[in-house]
């Protein structure tokens, strides 16, 4: 069966021209109405009977017409405005008028006179300019101040022909000081990179050879890693124009825009060239087109078509070099991703140690240090963090340094600037009764210990029991000695012992547990199904990946909302049971290990409701020794 036409959209041009219409049906009624006053015309004998009984007080004499008021004349000054105006005086709207064709009549301003009727000849032409400007033009301006308004409002630029106008933001040649010596942790993206920049400054070398460069190259990374900060220091290294869009600037409500706005986008970068087009969250226009499980949207698809048609359309020779963002590569076009159009993908992934001491070096340029800091020992405790992380952290170091009154900042303002931003802001001013803060105590000097005496897991760096964020009424910091990039069976199981000592610790001392371990169960469930689910960690399904998840974001950790399981329902009993089972058995674990320390446990508690927090230096004091002979 043929697929019924598509109704054509509401573009700007259609909106302008049903907003003239219903402006000229307003204007047309609103004149009609002031215009028509409650006026007669009557023969011109009958006008001077009416004069001549005393009925009409007041004559007004043109060359087109003779009217008649029953009023008196008014002073100017007393009268209101009203439209259209008349600079002698204007009757109410309920007085009568009475209007006759003008006769050359001498007997009727001797009528007139007798009956002490004033009357004054008014000229037209002043009259009719002014009524012109009050009726029409004025209101005209009105209209076009909010069609401009209503045009902006939605996203049309305030002009009709505007409608397909790209908004990227251009910044011109020389104006960019970005370069590569402002971007550090990203080695190897900088290196894929550089022959970019060759070919925008020399093109000559690569096309005497008949090679070409990359049409597109699509930078790819976690969100905060630099990959918009990469692309401003290839336009500041190459030293040409450079067009900044996000991909959702491209797609509007209006049928058609988006694919204008690429063309035209092209078109001013073919004229600036050589430039660098660079969209940022490509992925808001790039979606595959294939099984779109939210269903298709006819805008966007339209945009990436035109997408498509443009980078096919220029050669490699043209100067014109498209760079683009991404956080979900997996959800792209493969049209997008074939060669001839991004044909180069950069990963810019989270930096290692070297490159976070890098990036805090180059953050910490424009704050005073003390002599004291270490940037190293910085680097060390923030494993994992982006580059906008760091960023953020030398920023909150400096502003709790103002805080405190220093003129510099110190060691303590950066460790306090990383605990703030890994487990939230301190809340002090939370009143918790004494026995509350022992559960709390009991609770993290259990997570502590248990981490103490687990060779796998992350050495404690603080313990406090000072709410902090939304929900954490205390925590413990553990911080790794280096990079992971992969975790074994033996490494998740100390996590699971780890999280699970807090409740431990509750039913070891008060034969009784809390709801203080909510979340930390949350991540005991997760590691233990993933173990079973996604890393073929179990005895009936080893090396078995049961779950197979969709398009998820680089870095993400969180649950795809479209999970897509592939196994019976006996299955699933089986992995539910699995993981109670390894649950109940590293509960025991930690168990016992408590139980053998119950002095040390007793002993951090203690000090902890003291001092409400103990550092690292503070705590392996307390547990060095035990520590050296349990391992």
Request: overall charge neutral.
């Amino acid at each position: 069966m043929a697929d019924k036409p598509k109704k054509p959209g509401f573009t700007g041009w259609k909106f302008t021209v049903i907003y003239l219409v219903v402006f000229l049906a307003i204007m047309s009624s609103v004149n009609f109405f002031l215009s028509g006053k409650s006026s007669s015309t009557i023969d011109f004998s009958e006008f001077k009977n009416r004069i001549a009984s005393g009925e009409i007080k007041r004559v007004e004499l043109n060359e087109n017409s003779f009217t008649g008021y029953i009023t008196e004349k008014k002073p100017p000054q007393s009268l209101p405005f009203q439209f259209p105006l008349d600079p002698r005086a204007v009757p109410a709207p309920q007085d009568p008028v009475y209007r006759t064709v003008p006769i050359n009549d001498p007997d009727l301003l001797k009528l007139m006179d007798e009956k002490k009727v004033s009357y004054y000849a008014v000229s037209q032409q002043s009259g009719a300019i002014l009524n012109v400007i009050l009726s029409w033009v004025l209101p005209i301006a009105l209209f076009i101040v909010i069609w401009r308004f209503l045009m902006k409002r939605t996203g049309l630029g305030g002009n009709v022909l505007s409608v397909g106008q790209n908004k990227a933001v251009i910044i011109a040649e020389g104006d960019i000081v970005t370069r590569f010596s402002d971007v550090a942790g990203v080695d190897e993206a900088k290196e894929e990179l550089v022959e970019v920049v060759d070919f925008l400054k020399s093109p000559e070398k690569y096309t005497a050879i008949g090679g070409k460069i990359p049409k597109g190259v699509l930078l790819v990374g976690p969100p905060g890693t630099g990959k918009t900060l990469l692309a401003r220091a290839v336009a500041g290294e190459a030293s040409v124009s450079f067009f900044r869009m996000s991909g959702a600037d491209f797609v509007e409500m209006f049928v058609g825009v988006g694919a204008a706005r690429v063309r035209d986008l092209f078109k001013q970068a073919r004229d600036k060239a050589p430039c660098i087009i660079f969209i940022d969250e490509l992925d808001a226009i790039g979606k595959s087109r294939i099984n779109n499980v939210a269903g298709g949207n006819d805008e966007r698809e339209q945009t990436l078509n035109q997408l498509l048609v443009e980078m096919d359309g220029f050669d490699g020779t043209s100067g014109l070099i498209i760079l683009a963002a991404t956080n979900r590569p997996d959800v792209l076009d493969p049209a997008l991703l074939r060669p001839g159009r991004f044909d180069r993908q950069v990963l810019v992934d989270r930096p290692d140690l070297a490159g976070r001491e890098a990036i805090l070096r180059i953050h910490s340029k424009t704050v005073k240090l003390s002599s004291a800091v270490d940037l190293a020992a910085v680097a060390r405790s923030t494993s994992g963090f982006a580059g906008a992380d760091l960023a953020n952290i030398v920023n909150e170091a400096a502003l709790l340094a103002v805080r405190g009154g220093r003129v510099l900042v110190e060691q303590k303002d950066f460790f306090e600037a990383i605990e703030k931003t890994v487990a939230g802001l301190q809340k002090k001013s939370r009143v918790m009764s004494d026995e509350v803060r022992r559960v709390i105590a009991v609770h993290e000097s259990g997570h502590a210990l248990v981490a103490a005496f687990t060779s796998s897991s992350d050495p404690v760096q603080k313990i406090s029991i000072i709410p902090r964020g939304f929900g954490a009424l205390g925590y413990t910091l553990q911080m790794p000695v280096e990079d992971r990039y992969i975790v074994t069976e033996a490494e998740l199981l100390g996590k699971i012992d780890v999280l699970l000592g807090g409740r431990v610790a509750e039913d070891l001392v008060f034969g009784q547990i809390s709801t203080g371990a909510a979340s930390d169960l949350t991540k005991v469930t997760d590691i233990a199904r993933k173990m079973i689910t996604d890393y073929g960690m179990s005895e009936r399904f080893k090396n078995t990946a049961l779950t197979q998840r969709g398009g998820g974001m680089i870095g993400d950790t969180l649950p795809d909302p479209f999970l897509r399981r592939e196994y019976s329902e006996a299955t699933q009993q089986y992995i539910d049971e699995e993981v109670a089972r390894i649950t109940e058995t590293r509960y025991a674990h930690a168990r016992e290990l408590l139980a053998g320390k119950r002095q040390l446990l007793d002993r951090i508690t203690a000090l902890l409701l003291e001092k409400e927090t103990l550092d690292e230096k503070e705590f392996n004091e307390l547990v060095g020794v035990s520590r050296r002979e349990f391992l």
